[in-house]
């Protein structure tokens, strides 16, 4: 029986998370290539689901349950009757799940991929990548209700962006940094640190209001330290945008334990990223540096998830 498969990748968010979902300011998004999702659909006698992955604070059935929502769903956005033909439906990744990285974004979107094969094969009209850009984060917001958008964006982009909203979001490069990326462990359900924001926000509203620009001004400080030389000012910044999420309660004791652990061994910076909490830190080092201070942390037997590189000169297109 002929399947149909597709693999997106994980993300991290260096700068902007919480105050993107309330449209406070902009963000900074990568993608980690080497963290992927397959999916993989194969027309079957009855509805199947089957999920595989290292790590999860989220109980397989629990995720199982949300991939026959999210299939559901996208089949009927998609125009594609699984009630005619039931599909089984495999998942994997080599990332873990609930941390921070994307993965139900990146679920989403190798999804909504899988079915446009499946869809083009049935009728050969597959959907444009615009529409497949709305039903991936129709789908992932299935999984986070205030969803923002940023995650499916830059797992569908694959580039490193500068994101405002849906189809509003504009490539940048990365040509001074390397990021090492370190699963801090264990954490809460991303929608109650969405929901203690809000709760911070509504309760502080001029507190709110100086945070959001501070963070928008860090973000464009960012970007052109990004695009230069300048390794020592993002390392700087992400430890300011830290402090704001720390002042938010994002952080943990675990957390500040890693970044000052990394710091001694030679990191210029970094910051919890995602919904915070645990999961996701992300940390700041020299190009080419990645490795060693890689390498460092996994001796000290921290969890090192992956190393994202800057580029080479002409290597951003």
Not at 134 to 141: D, L, M
Request: proline fraction near 3%.
């Amino acid at each position: 029986m002929k399947s149909f498969k597709a693999t997106a990748c994980a993300k991290f968010i260096l700068l902007g998370e919480h105050f993107i979902v309330h449209r406070a300011c902009s963000a900074i998004v990568f993608p980690i290539p080497d963290l992927q999702c397959v999916v993989k659909l194969t027309p079957n006698n009855h509805q199947h689901y089957k999920a595989e992955f290292p790590v999860s604070d989220v109980p397989k059935e629990v995720i199982e349950n949300y991939m026959a929502r999210a299939t559901y769903a996208a089949c009927s956005m998609m125009g594609v009757d699984i009630t005619l033909q039931p599909l089984r439906v495999e998942s994997s990744s080599n990332f873990p799940i609930s941390r921070g990285f994307g993965s139900s974004a990146s679920f989403s979107v190798a999804l909504v991929q899988a079915i446009n094969e499946y869809r083009k094969f049935l009728n050969g009209q597959p959907l444009l990548n615009e529409n497949l850009m709305k039903t991936a984060y129709s789908v992932e917001s299935l999984f986070h209700k205030n969803s923002s958008g940023v995650d499916t964006t830059a797992v569908l982009q694959g580039r490193p962006l500068l994101y405002e909203k849906i189809n509003q979001f504009q490539r940048i490069h990365n040509s001074c940094v390397d990021f090492v990326l370190v699963d801090s462990g264990q954490r809460e359900g991303a929608s109650s640190f969405v929901e203690k924001t809000t709760t911070f926000k509504e309760k502080n509203e001029k507190l709110w209001e100086g945070f959001s620009k501070k963070m928008q001004t860090l973000v464009h400080e960012c970007v052109q330290a990004l695009q230069g030389i300048d390794a020592k000012t993002v390392g700087c910044i992400t430890l300011e945008a830290h402090g704001i999420l720390l002042e938010l309660g994002l952080s943990s004791p675990v957390v500040e334990e890693l970044l000052l652990e990394a710091r001694k061994v030679g990191a210029l910076g970094g910051k919890v990223s995602g919904a915070g909490g645990g999961g996701a830190v992300v940390l700041i080092t020299k190009k080419s540096h990645g490795l060693i201070l890689s390498n460092q942390l996994k001796q000290k037997g921290y969890a090192v998830i992956s190393v994202v590189t800057g580029e080479e000169p002409g290597a951003f297109v």
